[in-house]
């Protein structure tokens, strides 16, 4: 059974029933939770910092909820399995490495966006107040770069499946699939996206448990660790992988697995410093437990891309010498189908309908992420920054609405674009760290270090980037002899695009911030203007601010007590914030990050790399075991806790209790 030839395992109506069907039964299951949310909470979606910004009010179980979730695309799923396919189970490991250290770290920087900036919306608001309009444009350039390459990635890889499993034309995929997505966001802005991703990673896990299971304790074909360890060893004798430890596919000892670790690492970086589908998380989440979710989403999005890669892409790779399993192109590995061979060789029918299941969903819910963090960039940064600054809670609101359409438009279009010129997810994967990681220093210092000046902030993040293209260019005309599609995905190339850039990105900023230090005030930040959800004028005018107002005559209300009012209906609420209690959690969150770090880059990784050992299948079995662990404490992370930080809500909706 084969997903790459004339016959796919699906009907192509079961690809447009998927697509469209689910899409628009999300769409109305979200607009349904909107309008109870509306009814039964105090958050309204046509609030400016409601839509945007959650009301800065999420606590920690939707956080980890949207941060799994966000982290889970289709390039999650499929390339982390496309790397322990080509490289063994290295490969998956370092995938979930350079993503976790990423997330982890947002615990921390996410805790001194709320000690220095807990105003801000969107990232490029504070380099504006800190760097004035040239930092504001560019680190407004590093989100968009990196929103639209993510997004592209995102619809590649689902319609890649679709396509293949379905026989749908990828094009109309790439196009449809963004439908049903618009639609709910646009309705429920960034809660609504928070609770669709609890519900998508929900099923998600759900089936990615149930490919584990059948892999490691079910299928006829493998059914236990110990059958699995056999097949790739009798496969590493026919088909060994250069640079690895005898040729073996259950070995740390690999010298591939050590190139891609740094370029893991380095991609992860500059994605999440440069996507504000980030930011938008740490300004949304409750500021008692921002350093908390981040932390713990990061952990427990550490066994999806490891269990992907350690059950679907070694599965694949053990189960190339049966002679009815498809032999995959070099196209097909870098479009990320090993994945889904493997699932349907073992599962059949039942296996290519679940992973049509796992990848629309992880598409559906990391592309609302994108919308609204680019929706957010394009309002709050183009809209109300260049052409209307005093624009309204419900004009922002309106106008969102319209970017979140136009970027499921424009998203599509570029990813036809790319799929015209043979780009693939493994392509944009390796670019995605040239193009983004040169903004990861000057990001982060920005609400980290009160020295960072503006040259330092726009060299970094703009310079480096230029300085990396150009290395990434000579490194694949050097390598490759010409400058081709394809020679600009050599490893090589990306890694030397990758390394200039993070590397020139930090010292650029570091260095010309040394030299003319800034010395920064953040009372600046800290008190940064915001988008009213209450109109002072009008409010004088009606006497409509109730909390302030109802026993006092409107005339005689000051500004002061109309501003405290908008303020909190914004989610802000400056006397709340502990500064004392947030240092110490901004502390002890940097001694826990350092720890984790230390434990899956070093710790583990380097001594079983350095000695030369090959998994034996006790060992094997053990993390085997570690992996079902994992997925079992993102489960409850993602199902349980939500549901038991939300239970008042819950009691009031179960009981139609109207918060109004």
Known sequence: ????????????????????????????????????????????????????????????????????????????????????YEMGISGGWWYAVGGTLQIAIFSVIANKVKMNANRATTFPEVAYVRFGTAGHLSFLWCGLICNAIVSSCILLGGGAVVSALTGMNEYAALFLIPTGVAVYVATGGLRATFISDATHTFFLLGILLCFCFEVFCVSDVIGSPRKLLELLEAVSETNPVQGNYHGSYLTFRSRPGAIFAVQSIITGFGLVMCDQGYWSRAIASNPATTARAYFLGGLAWFGIPFACGTALGLTARALENQPDFPVLSSTDVSAGLAAVEAVNYVLGTTGSVLMLLLIFLSVTSALSAEMIATSTLLSYDVYRHYFRPRATSKQIVTASRIFIVFWGIFAGSLASIFKSAGITLGWLFYFLGVATASGVFPIALTFLWKDLNREGAVAGSVLGMLIALIVWLATARTVGGEITVSTLSNQWASFAGGATAIISGGVLSVTLSILRPANFDWEKTRNMAIVKEVELDEDRKNGAVEAETKKLDPSIVDIESLARTADAAAGISEGDLDMTALEKTFKGYTLVFLFLALTITIIIPVPLGAVPYVFSPRFFAGIVGVMFILLLFAGFLVVILPIIESRRALRNILSFKSFK
């Open 1 to 84: 059974m084969t997903v790459n030839n004339s016959s796919p395992p699906l009907p192509q109506a079961v690809g447009y029933a998927v697509v469209l069907g689910l899409g628009i039964l999300f769409a109305l299951a979200m607009n349904v939770t909107t309008w109870m949310q509306a009814r039964f909470s105090q958050y309204s979606p046509n609030s400016a910092s409601e839509f945007s910004a959650a009301s800065r009010s999420l606590k920690t179980g939707l956080v980890v909820a949207g941060i799994i979730s966000s982290w889970t695309w289709s390039l999650t799923l499929l390339q982390s399995a496309t790397q322990s």
